[in-house]
C-alpha cells in the first residue's frame, strides 16, 4: 500500500517509542546521526527500503505493520492471551499467574528503562509467508533452525540449556503451572516485548522441547500479541512448523551424523575409496580401495537410540522421530526401534541418567525471568536509580522477604 511521507514517518515515531528507543539509539543501529532520525519521524527526510529494514528489525515488528493501512491500539496482552487459548469469558487457573509474570516483565522493562539498557526486542524475525502444506511448513521450520543455528554459532553440538539461550536473546522467559494440555505460551506486547512461558510440570526432555518451539514462534509468529500451544491445536500448520524448527533445533543434521559416526552406526554396508594419481589423468587410472563391515555392525538399536536421546537432552521418541526425517531409519525400522522404547530407557535408568530426561525440576518454576529482573533490581539500586522503597516492592513481586532483597542491593 502507498502511504504518504508523515504517515510514515508518525509510524516510524510511535514503533520507536513503543520499542523504548531513543532517537540516538537508532541512529546508531543506521550508523546515522540523531538529526537524521529526527528529520525522518518529522517527514523532512526520505527513509531508504534498506533503512526500513533496518528499522523494523531493531523495533521487533515487520517492515509490513509501517504500510498497514490502519495501525490501531494494541490489544490487551490478556485479551488476545484469552482469545489465544479460545476460552473468552472464563477464570483460568493460570490467569493470575499469568498476571504476575507479566507485572515481573514489565517491572523489568522499566529497570532497563531507568539504566538506559537497550529494550527486549529479541532476535531477528522471520518473515516468512505462512505455510501452506504440513511439507512446506516442515520445510520452513528446519530451515529456519539451521540459520539459527549458524547465527547463534552453535555449530553441530547440543544445546546446553534451552531457557539459557532464549534469555541470552533478549526474551523474557520463564516455568509456569499450566494444565497438561498446554505445553507453553508466545506472548508479544510493547509493554514487555517478548515473553516465553513453558509447562513447568512437564518432564525435563519436553520441557527442553517446549522452549524451542515457543523460541519457533518468537522467530516466526511475531505478528501474533499471543500464541497458545495446546494439545487440540497441535495440527494446525505454524504448530507443526514450530515443532520441525524445534527438532531440526535441537537435533541438528550434522550432529546427529556426528554422533552415530562416533558409533560407527548407520552408514554403509560397503566402504569404497578411490585416490586421485595426477600421474593417470591421460590414461583415467584409478587406485580403489574397499571395505565391508561387519554384518549388522551398522543396525540402529534401541541402545543408540537411547544414548543419542541424552546426549541432545531430548525424548527418546523426539530423537527417533528426527532419525525418521532424516531418512537414517525407514519405517519397518522406525516401527520395531518405537517398540523397544522401554528397554532404551531401562538402559537410561541403568547408567542413573533417564531422570536427565524424564526427571522433574525441582527448582522455582520463575527462576529464569526472576534471576533477569533481580540482576536488574540491583544494578538500578547499586546506581541510585532506585529506593530501598522500591526494593520493598519489587520483593513482593519476586516473592523475596524484602530484608533479604534489601541486604544483597546494600552489599553490591
Same mark, same amino acid.
Given at each position: 500500500?502507498?502511504?504518504d511521507?508523515?504517515?510514515?514517518?508518525?509510524?516510524?515515531?510511535?514503533?520507536r517509542?513503543a520499542?523504548?528507543?531513543?532517537?540516538?539509539?537508532?541512529?546508531?543501529?543506521?550508523?546515522? /546521526?540523531?538529526? +537524521?532520525?529526527?528529520?525522518?519521524?518529522?517527514?523532512n527526510?526520505?527513509?531508504?527500503?534498506?533503512?526500513l529494514?533496518k528499522l @523494523?528489525?531493531l523495533?521487533?515488528q515487520?517492515i @509490513?505493520?509501517?504500510?498497514?493501512?490502519? =495501525?490501531? $491500539?494494541?490489544?490487551? #496482552? #490478556?485479551?488476545?492471551?484469552?482469545? @489465544?487459548?479460545?476460552v473468552?469469558?472464563?477464570?483460568?487457573p493460570?490467569? %493470575?499467574?499469568?498476571?504476575?509474570y507479566?507485572?515481573?516483565?514489565?517491572?523489568g522493562?522499566?529497570l532497563?528503562?531507568?539504566l538506559?539498557?537497550?529494550?527486549?526486542?529479541? /532476535?531477528?524475525?522471520?518473515d516468512?509467508?505462512? $505455510?501452506?502444506?504440513?511439507m512446506?511448513?516442515v520445510?520452513?521450520g528446519?530451515t529456519?533452525?539451521?540459520?539459527?543455528?549458524r547465527?547463534l554459532s552453535l555449530?553441530?553440538?547440543?544445546?546446553?540449556?534451552? %531457557?539459557?539461550?532464549?534469555?541470552?536473546?533478549n526474551i523474557?522467559a520463564?516455568?509456569?503451572?499450566?494444565?497438561?494440555?498446554?505445553?507453553g505460551?508466545?506472548?508479544?506486547? =510493547?509493554?514487555?516485548? #517478548?515473553?516465553?512461558?513453558?509447562n513447568?510440570?512437564?518432564?525435563?526432555?519436553r520441557k527442553r522441547? %517446549?522452549?524451542?518451539?515457543?523460541?519457533a514462534?518468537?522467530?516466526?509468529?511475531? &505478528?501474533?500479541s499471543?500464541?497458545v500451544?495446546?494439545? *487440540?491445536?497441535?495440527?494446525n500448520?505454524?504448530?507443526?512448523?514450530?515443532?520441525?524448527?524445534?527438532a531440526?533445533?535441537?537435533?541438528p &543434521?550434522s550432529?546427529?551424523? +556426528?554422533f552415530?559416526?562416533?558409533?560407527s552406526k548407520?552408514?554403509p554396508?560397503?566402504i569404497?575409496?578411490?585416490?586421485?594419481? $595426477?600421474?593417470?589423468e591421460?590414461?583415467?587410472?584409478?587406485?580403489?580401495? =574397499?571395505?565391508?563391515a561387519?554384518?549388522?555392525?551398522?543396525?540402529?538399536t534401541?541402545?543408540?537410540?537411547?544414548?543419542?536421546?541424552? &546426549?541432545?537432552?531430548?525424548?527418546y521418541? @523426539?530423537?527417533?522421530?528426527?532419525?525418521?526425517?532424516?531418512s537414517?531409519?525407514?519405517?519397518?525400522?522406525? +516401527?520395531?526401534l518405537? *517398540?523397544?522404547?522401554?528397554f532404551?530407557?531401562?538402559?537410561?535408568?541403568?547408567?542413573?541418567?533417564?531422570?536427565?530426561?524424564e526427571?522433574?525440576?525441582n527448582?522455582?518454576?520463575?527462576?529464569?525471568?526472576?534471576?533477569?529482573?533481580?540482576?536488574?533490581? #540491583?544494578?538500578?539500586?547499586?546506581?541510585?536509580?532506585? =529506593?530501598?522503597?522500591?526494593?520493598? *516492592?519489587?520483593?513482593?513481586?519476586?516473592?523475596?522477604p524484602a530484608?533479604?532483597l534489601?541486604?544483597?542491593?546494600?552489599a553490591a
Amino acid at each position: 500500500m502507498e502511504i504518504d511521507q508523515m504517515t510514515l514517518a508518525s509510524r516510524l515515531k510511535k514503533a520507536r517509542i513503543a520499542a523504548r528507543f531513543t532517537q540516538e539509539q537508532a541512529g546508531k543501529a543506521l550508523e546515522l /546521526p540523531r538529526t +537524521a532520525i529526527v528529520q525522518a519521524e518529522s517527514g523532512n527526510r526520505a527513509v531508504s527500503t534498506l533503512e526500513l529494514a533496518k528499522l @523494523a528489525q531493531l523495533y521487533g515488528q515487520p517492515i @509490513a505493520s509501517f504500510f498497514a493501512e490502519t =495501525s490501531g $491500539p494494541e490489544e490487551d #496482552l #490478556l485479551v488476545a492471551l484469552f482469545r @489465544a487459548a479460545q476460552v473468552e469469558g472464563q477464570d483460568l487457573p493460570w490467569h %493470575s499467574e499469568v498476571s504476575r509474570y507479566l507485572g515481573i516483565c514489565r517491572a523489568g522493562v522499566e529497570l532497563e528503562h531507568l539504566l538506559d539498557r537497550p529494550p527486549h526486542i529479541g /532476535p531477528p524475525s522471520y518473515d516468512l509467508t505462512q $505455510p501452506r502444506s504440513v511439507m512446506e511448513a516442515v520445510e520452513q521450520g528446519n530451515t529456519v533452525a539451521e540459520h539459527e543455528r549458524r547465527r547463534l554459532s552453535l555449530g553441530p553440538n547440543p544445546i546446553a540449556d534451552m %531457557s539459557d539461550l532464549i534469555t541470552s536473546q533478549n526474551i523474557w522467559a520463564s516455568g509456569a503451572d499450566f494444565p497438561d494440555n498446554i505445553s507453553g505460551m508466545f506472548l508479544n506486547h =510493547s509493554s514487555i516485548g #517478548l515473553f516465553i512461558l513453558v509447562n513447568f510440570g512437564h518432564p525435563r526432555a519436553r520441557k527442553r522441547f %517446549s522452549y524451542a518451539h515457543e523460541y519457533a514462534h518468537a522467530l516466526l509468529d511475531r &505478528h501474533d500479541s499471543a500464541i497458545v500451544s495446546r494439545h *487440540d491445536n497441535r495440527r494446525n500448520l505454524p504448530e507443526i512448523r514450530a515443532n520441525a524448527f524445534a527438532a531440526a533445533f535441537l537435533l541438528p &543434521h550434522s550432529g546427529v551424523w +556426528a554422533f552415530l559416526n562416533a558409533r560407527s552406526k548407520a552408514g554403509p554396508s560397503l566402504i569404497e575409496q578411490t585416490v586421485y594419481d $595426477p600421474a593417470a589423468e591421460q590414461n583415467a587410472e584409478e587406485v580403489r580401495g =574397499s571395505r565391508r563391515a561387519a554384518p549388522r555392525s551398522q543396525v540402529l538399536t534401541y541402545e543408540d537410540i537411547a544414548a543419542l536421546a541424552h &546426549h541432545f537432552g531430548v525424548s527418546y521418541q @523426539a530423537a527417533l522421530f528426527r532419525l525418521k526425517s532424516l531418512s537414517i531409519v525407514n519405517d519397518g525400522e522406525f +516401527a520395531e526401534l518405537r *517398540d523397544k522404547e522401554h528397554f532404551g530407557k531401562q538402559f537410561l535408568d541403568l547408567l542413573q541418567v533417564l531422570v536427565d530426561l524424564e526427571g522433574h525440576d525441582n527448582r522455582k518454576p520463575d527462576r529464569e525471568i526472576v534471576s533477569q529482573v533481580l540482576h536488574l533490581a #540491583l544494578e538500578a539500586f547499586r546506581q541510585e536509580e532506585i =529506593s530501598k522503597g522500591k526494593l520493598r *516492592d519489587l520483593s513482593k513481586l519476586l516473592n523475596f522477604p524484602a530484608v533479604d532483597l534489601v541486604m544483597l542491593a546494600e552489599a553490591a
